[in-house]
């Protein structure tokens, strides 16, 4: 079947998969069954508004908003009326965000941010830079020419380093000084504690220890700022290390599994499926391991 004429689609030659793909939508058919893509998905809603699912929580989306997602992140857009915008998506062979790190800065905070709604809401500023990059990205496609390949990350690379700056001012502002005050540092600290000791400690009531807090006050701050469990934000942040494993290393998954505290390889097999809706051994064979060193993408 043809693509749309507002489909701008690179395939891999060597796998025959998605490498990278600009598309614009003007209804929510393209959302609205569970996705669990192997690949980077970015969506800017231009119009409309609905119900975000995604990582055991919902949230509230409208115009303007820019939604980011992981490979194999589960989400699901659910609308009342037409919804309109632009997606790019990206396979890590072709831009790696864990392995450009330093130069785009986007893992932790556009995506692979536990703590944070999947989301920013752009400013008219933004979207002229996001326009702009766009409309460049559109040429660049239909009109294929050397180096497309560096030329189309040049442009991703633009795009995401504005989400990402927007999202962290965003955070930083969003910081409500009453809420802090009536809760003083115990948000901080807990994500503090699970990044030191999210390897070795699994339980809630571990985190609770730490903080000499009851577990269940624990639980109730972190439901109401976090939207999200505590066991749901341990096992996001095993999960965000598991898969940076899996991608960039080629140790076993029985070694990924020891690092991180199971000794029991195929308990952790079951734990990462649970949570990331595919085996570690399927997520390697379809994410990584670090395939975008090996294999160049040609026209």
């Known amino acids: 079947m043809t693509e749309p004429l507002n489909t701008?689609?690179?395939?891999?030659?060597?796998?025959?998969?998605?490498?990278?793909k600009l598309f614009l939508f003007d209804n929510n058919g393209y959302f609205d069954h569970l996705q669990r893509n192997n690949y980077f998905s970015v969506i800017w809603i231009k119009e409309g508004s609905g119900k975000l699912k995604s990582d055991f929580s919902e949230y509230d989306f409208e115009k303007n908003n820019l939604l980011a997602f992981t490979p194999y992140q589960p989400f699901i857009l659910s609308t009342e009326h037409p919804i309109s915008g632009v997606a790019i998506q990206f396979h890590p062979d072709f831009f790696c965000i864990h392995k450009h790190h330093k130069e785009v800065s986007c893992s932790g905070i556009l995506f692979d941010n536990i703590y944070h709604p999947p989301y920013v809401r752009i400013d008219e500023v933004s979207a002229a830079t996001f326009d702009v990059v766009i409309n460049q990205i559109r040429a660049e496609m239909q009109n294929k020419g050397m180096a497309q390949f560096e030329i189309l990350v040049s442009y991703l690379k633009i795009f995401l380093i504005t989400a990402s700056r927007l999202k962290a001012e965003q955070q930083a502002l969003g910081r409500d000084p009453d809420k802090v005050n009536k809760e003083p540092f115990i948000l901080q600290n807990l994500q503090e504690a699970i990044e030191v000791h999210y390897k070795t400690k699994h339980s809630a009531s571990d985190y609770a220890d730490i903080l000499n807090i009851s577990a269940k006050a624990l639980a109730r701050i972190t439901k109401v700022h976090f939207n999200k469990t505590i066991s749901n934000l341990i096992a996001g942040r095993i999960i965000i290390e598991a898969k940076r494993e899996l991608y960039l290393t080629n140790k076993p998954v029985k070694e990924i599994a020891w690092e991180l505290g199971y000794e029991d390889e195929y308990y952790f097999s079951r734990f990462?499926?649970?949570?990331?809706?595919?085996?570690?051994?399927?997520?390697?064979?379809?994410?990584?391991?670090?395939?975008?060193?090996?294999?160049?993408?040609?026209?």
């Open 8 to 20: 701008f689609t690179l395939v891999d030659p060597i796998t025959g998969n998605l490498a990278f």
């Open 272 to 299: 990462f499926k649970n949570n990331a809706d595919v085996s570690p051994q399927l997520y390697r064979d379809t994410v990584g391991f670090g395939r975008a060193s090996e294999n160049q993408l040609v026209n």
